[in-house]
């Protein structure tokens, strides 16, 4: 069995549950509340999206291509924000960006089930003093997939 099937079993069970809860918030919850890094709920479900997007390319990249590799950091600098803002999800259609969620999440949990357990050694070049594993970024996504969720939980109970 494959080390990264209780992640991909795990993600899926959260996926399927948050899915209904996302669905029904009204959306005063979903477009006026805000976060300490000043994001609504709409914006935090975009940022994993880009989330599960990116890691899925590193992923598929940390397969194949030489290690250590080059993959642009998203996330450093701001640029998530830039992210959220480019990509406008504050306006985004509110069931088309669940769906979005729902399937690019699922999506990476397919992909990491089917990882090639011999590149799980190479590595994403994060910064310039920080190289990740295959391994410890995947270990590591549920963390940060709970994160998020935790964050969308406390603007729905404000």
């Known amino acids: 069995m494959n080390e990264f099937n209780s992640i991909s079993n795990e993600l899926t069970d ?19 509340r805000r976060n300490s890094q000043n994001r609504t ?21 940390l397969q194949y291509q030489k290690s250590p590799f080059h993959f642009p950091n998203y996330a450093t600098f701001g640029n998530n924000d830039r ?11 509110w069931n088309d960006l669940i769906q979005l969620w729902k399937y690019s999440n699922l999506h990476f949990a397919h992909i990491i089930k089917n990882i090639n357990k011999e590149k799980l050694n190479n590595e994403w070049i994060a910064s310039a003093d920080s190289n990740i594993s295959l391994k410890d970024m995947v270990s590591d996504f549920p963390m940060h997939f709970k ?9 729905i109970n404000r």
């Open 14 to 32: 959260l996926i399927n549950t948050w899915e209904k809860i996302l669905s029904s918030l009204p959306g005063e919850t979903i477009t006026q």
């Open 41 to 61: 709920i709409k914006q935090i479900v975009g940022h994993m999206i880009d989330s599960a997007t990116n890691n899925t390319h590193r992923t598929v990249h």
């Open 83 to 93: 992210w959220i803002a480019i990509q406008n999800y504050q306006e985004e259609d």
């Open 147 to 155: 994160l998020h969720l935790g964050e969308i939980s406390e603007l």
